[in-house]
């Protein structure tokens, strides 16, 4: 099983990213998928998820109206579109693949990828 997330990187307050996350060694359209993050010194938290065939969708508070979760099963594929970054999404984000959306809020997804770093910074 690999989860491989991509797309991080240094953007000013108000840029954009899009993060990917390629999944590969389980049947990905059975999952339910979400982004999480953990800042310097902070718990992992919950940012967004996606059911198992897009229809539904979820976000943390904080994230809502400027970040877009969607899935593409055909590449077995997870991406976090991110706009007007602010400071405080500096974080390390991680992909990961569960069975649903209260497995993901209660953080216990059955795999995990390794983080790809967001520093929102001028």
């Known amino acids: 099983v690999q989860l491989q997330a991509s797309g991080g990187g240094l953007v000013q307050p108000g840029g954009s990213l899009r993060l990917s996350c390629a999944a590969s060694g389980f049947t990905f359209d059975n999952y339910y998928m979400g982004w999480f993050r953990q800042a310097p010194g902070k718990e992992r938290e919950f940012v967004a998820g996606?059911?198992?065939?897009?229809?539904?969708?979820y976000y943390v508070d904080s994230v809502k109206g400027r970040f877009t979760i969607s899935r593409d099963n055909a590449k077995n594929t997870v991406y976090l579109q991110m706009n007007s970054l602010k400071p405080e999404d500096t974080a390390v984000y991680y992909c990961?693949?569960?069975?649903?959306?209260?497995?993901?809020?209660?953080?216990?997804?059955?795999?995990w990828g390794k983080g790809t770093q967001v520093t929102v910074s001028s």
């Open positions: 996606i059911s198992w065939g897009g229809g539904s969708t």
């Open positions: 990961a693949a569960g069975p649903t959306l209260i497995a993901a809020i209660k953080g216990s997804m059955d795999y």
